[in-house]
DNA sequence: CTTGCATAACTACAAATGTAGATATATGCT
DNA sequence: AGCATATATCTACATTTGTAGTTATGCAAG
């Protein structure tokens, strides 16, 4: 199952907070751009039909969402597809393109290389 | 300038070989999956409209077609959207998240090391 | 108990994308 | 020279996506 890039944000939103109603949001998202509460509900729905999330309760009449899909599965997806598109399958040039290219401070070094070690270990 | 899923693919293919044709990219693609020789020139002739690429010669009347756009760069700019959109615009979860999962080789992984260790220093 | 409003539900539409058919035409072979 | 064929060009169409208008409706306040 696939996701737009809409359909993520607001999935990261959902993510972030546990659950959420359209109207919340809509105001979070309008924060970053504008956007109509309108625009937001349409995919919303749209996940619902895709059933990447739920309704969880209600309060009055406003409902309640809750991500029925969990952000480490499904980042793990796009990321597999994204290696398989942009650097052919392989994750070597991805990772070094990151460690090259983008920006990281000493600690996110040293934690890196705290993986690459442990990784080490369990190969040899 | 973005490029879709298929403009992608032939641009990945055309990176590879310096320059070719619709025949050839066409063959090409179609030992991975059943795709008609018009479908693949209509991407050539959107991708030429986009002037990721362009005609570098003819030989009677095939065109050859040659890449405008850098591989390094596409790449790079897809990289930054990518980690926008899924990571929340933090390249160090994704580094982690590829070097704890993706699959690597004891060399990949010294290598990545050394990189490490080079953008060390140069931070200190 | 009515009514305005917030929210939900439904409908619409243009642009991008993957897909390919229909048509035109230059070239090389007989 | 005429013709078959490969290649190019043009047109079309369904689906997905971002975007939002229109309509329906339940709830809260007076």
Not at 15 to 21: G, Q
Not at 56 to 84: C, H, Q
Request: aromatic residues 6%; without cysteine; charged residues 35%.
């Amino acid at each position: 199952m696939s996701l737009s890039d809409f359909e993520l944000e607001v999935m990261q939103l959902l993510w972030e907070l546990e659950e959420a109603t359209a109207p919340q949001l809509h105001k979070l998202i309008a924060q970053r751009r504008p956007v109509k509460y309108t625009t937001v509900k349409t995919i919303i729905d749209r996940l619902e039909k895709k059933a990447a999330l739920q309704r969880s309760r209600t309060e009055g009449r406003t409902i309640f969402y809750a991500p029925l899909t969990v952000k480490k599965d499904v980042r793990g997806s796009l990321l597999k597809d994204f290696i398989n598109k942009v650097f052919l399958g392989k994750s070597q040039p991805l990772a070094a393109h990151i460690l090259e290219e983008e920006e990281l401070s000493i600690d996110d070094i040293e934690y890196l290389e705290k993986l690459l070690k442990e990784r080490k270990q369990e190969l040899q």
